[in-house]
Every structure is written in C-alpha cells, then in structure tokens.
C-alpha cells in the first residue's frame, strides 16, 4: 500500500510535468503546463508531495507576454456611455479573447476596475492582459482574490489616464484567457476618474468551454505481460469550441516502481500511428530526478484544429520482457501552447507471462 501511495503522488507530479494542477485537480480537468512556483514536488527530488500554492502575480505571468502587433480593437458602447465595455461571448480554455474597455469621459490618474464572478472554476485561475500603446506590449493586468471564501470572485485593476470624450473615445485594448475548467465568466467594469466620479458599464458575459477530449481502448484494471502483446488505444480530440486551436500537443506519462527498481523507458514500448507513416516508435524521456518518464506524442496535423475538426493519436503500448512487476501509473494529456486542457489517468499492472 505504501508503495501504491508513492507511485500516485509521483505520477502526480509526472503529471505535472506535462500540465501544472491549479487547485484540485479530476481526470479531464485542464491545467496550465508551465512549470511555477505551485507545482507538486516529485519524490525523490528532495521533497514530498505538497498542494499546490495560491496564484500570485509573479507566477501568473504568461509566455505570451511581450512585444506584439497593435490588436484591431474598435470601439464599445453608445455616446451616452462614459464607460463600456465589450467581451468576446466564448473564452476557449488556453486561448486569449478579446476584451476592451471604452471611455468617454477624461480620466486623470484614474484606475479601472474589472470585478469577476466565475462559474465552475476559481476565478484565482483567470488570465488578463492589457495592450500598452506607448511600448507595443500585452503586460498582465494587477489581480487579486475578494478572499478564500469566495474562490469564485476576483478583481482585476490598472491605472489609466486619458483625455477621452463622448466625440473623441478612447479604447483600452485587453484580452482574457481561461485555464482551469469549463464553465461561464461574468465581468463588470468600473472606472474612478481621479475627480470623485466612479462610472460603471453594464456586466458581460463569456462561455468557458474546450475540445470534446475522449480516450478509448483503455479498460479498467488493464494489464500487460512482460515480452507479451501490445495494447493498442486512441485519444480523440473534437473541436467543439468556435474558435481553431493554434500548436494543439498530447503527451504520455508513466511511472511504476517495485522492489526498489523504477520502470524505466527502456522497459516500456509506445508506439503511435502517424498517417502516411504508419506506426512509429516514440521517445519516452526520463523526467529529471524524478524515476517516470513522458513522451510528446506527434501532432496529427501542422494547422490548428478548426471547429468541428477531429484529431486523433492512436498508440500501442508493450511492456519489456526484464520489465519490473509493478503497477504503473500512466496518463495523456492535450493542450495548446503552454497550456494543458484535458489529462487522464490509464493505470496498468505489469505481469510476468
């Protein structure tokens, strides 16, 4: 049992090698791949298992910061309004949606802010940027948490000053990115003017949703004799969403130990089909210090997943004939980018024949 206990939490943490869990995390829930301050330590590596931390502004930050092109941002709202504000309907999870905010009133000094209510995933796990004109970069918008007993609540802020009127408006272009679980983003905006005036725009609304992800062929309690047959299973990915999803990936993870001896990936087999080059063999890499391994599973397609697309990665997996009798904990897991939007855990026993 003690050895079960510890190949879980390690192949939790191989998980999160592929994808970092943000709070609890259930097969099927997405998760943000970059490694940060909040993943789990990997036993083995100097530390036990531990929960992840509280997103702070230092480990928000994403990779797609940086220098960028203008967005085509107009504007929102009437002339009556001294603020709108405008959000794109679907934020897809790992993909950024357009936002913005319009002023019509001058603001000096002021300081706009952006009150969330999440619905079905914590609002801690929410990303916003805004565009700044003067150095043409997406820079991450202050946030905090209204307090732990309200996870679904978050305030997002930054500082403006414009000399903005109802004939002469002006946008603050910003963008949202979900990265936890589906479910829906609802989004007020205020602005305090420098003058004692607060201004307020009407609350928008977005659905948080993703890729229909399923895996077939992996039976519960599956097992796999050493020198024996391979199993073959496939991971299909439907784009359910309407929007195409950019550098789709998949990975494959594992971890198994008995006896003292970890399974290595020379003791595991992983094959994928490739259209137009049948099956091939893929790389299992050790992962660090920690004894499993993962593999980064070749993309079905070089264009990104279009609505109503289907990718699918067939695999087959054989077991060594000197593998170690153990049980492995094995898993999948899909994303775009840096950002992991489905995993799932396939377990399998290893048997002597």
């Known amino acids: 049992m003690r050895a079960r206990k510890a190949a879980v939490g390690s192949a939790a943490a191989m998980a999160a090698g592929l994808a970092l869990v943000i709070g609890a995390a259930t097969p099927g829930q997405a998760v943000p791949a970059a490694a940060t301050a909040g993943a789990r330590s990997?036993?083995?590596?100097?530390?036990?298992?531990?929960?992840?931390?509280?997103?702070?502004?230092?480990?928000?930050?994403?990779a797609a910061t940086g220098t960028e092109?203008?967005?085509?941002?107009?504007?929102?709202?009437?002339?009556?309004?001294?603020?709108s504000y405008g959000l794109a309907p679907e934020a897809p999870i790992g993909l950024w949606s357009s936002s913005n905010?319009?002023?019509r009133t001058p603001v000096s000094k002021g300081t706009v802010r952006l009150d969330v209510t999440t619905h079905g995933f914590i609002a801690a796990s929410l990303l916003m940027q805004r565009y700044v004109e003067s150095s043409h970069r997406w820079v991450d918008v202050d946030a905090r948490q209204v307090g732990t007993e309200r996870p679904d609540k978050g305030t997002f802020s930054f500082p403006?000053?414009?000399?903005?009127?109802?004939?002469?408006?002006?946008?603050v272009a910003l963008r949202v990115q979900a990265i936890d679980r589906p479910g829906r983003l609802t989004v007020a905006a205020s602005v305090n003017d420098g003058h004692?005036?607060?201004?307020?725009?009407?609350?928008?609304?977005?659905?948080?949703?993703?890729?229909?992800?399923?895996?077939?062929?992996?039976?519960?309690?599956?097992?796999?004799?050493?020198?024996?047959?391979?199993?073959e299973f496939a991971l299909t990915v439907k784009n359910t969403t309407k929007r195409a999803y950019p550098a789709l990936n998949a990975?494959?993870?594992?971890?198994?130990?008995?006896?003292?001896?970890?399974?290595?990936?020379?003791?595991?087999?992983?094959?994928?089909?490739?259209?137009?080059?049948?099956?091939?063999?893929?790389?299992?890499?050790?992962?660090?210090?920690?004894?499993?391994?993962?593999?980064?599973?070749?993309?079905?397609a070089?264009?990104?997943?279009?609505?109503?697309?289907?990718?699918?990665?067939?695999?087959?997996?054989?077991?060594?004939?000197?593998?170690?009798?153990?049980d492995v904990e094995a898993g999948v897991s899909v994303g775009t980018g840096d950002t992991s939007f489905f995993y799932r855990t396939l377990p399998f026993q290893i048997r002597a024949g």
């Open 42 to 62: 990997a036993p083995g590596c100097g530390g036990a298992t531990t929960a992840p931390a509280p997103m702070t502004a230092a480990t928000r930050t994403s």
């Open 69 to 83: 092109a203008a967005p085509a941002t107009g504007t929102t709202g009437s002339a009556a309004q001294k603020l």
């Open 101 to 103: 905010v319009t002023l």
């Open 160 to 171: 403006v000053s414009m000399a903005a009127s109802p004939g002469r408006p002006a946008t």
């Open 196 to 231: 004692g005036h607060t201004y307020r725009a009407p609350a928008r609304n977005a659905v948080v949703d993703r890729p229909t992800t399923t895996v077939t062929g992996w039976p519960r309690g599956a097992t796999l004799v050493r020198g024996g047959a391979e199993k």
């Open 251 to 300: 990975g494959y993870f594992a971890y198994g130990q008995s006896g003292g001896r970890a399974v290595a990936p020379k003791d595991l087999v992983l094959r994928q089909y490739v259209p137009g080059h049948g099956w091939q063999r893929v790389a299992l890499v050790p992962s660090g210090c920690d004894p499993g391994m993962s593999a980064k599973l070749t993309p079905t």
């Open 302 to 326: 070089r264009t990104p997943l279009a609505p109503g697309a289907t990718a699918v990665y067939r695999m087959r997996l054989a077991v060594a004939g000197d593998a170690p009798l153990a």
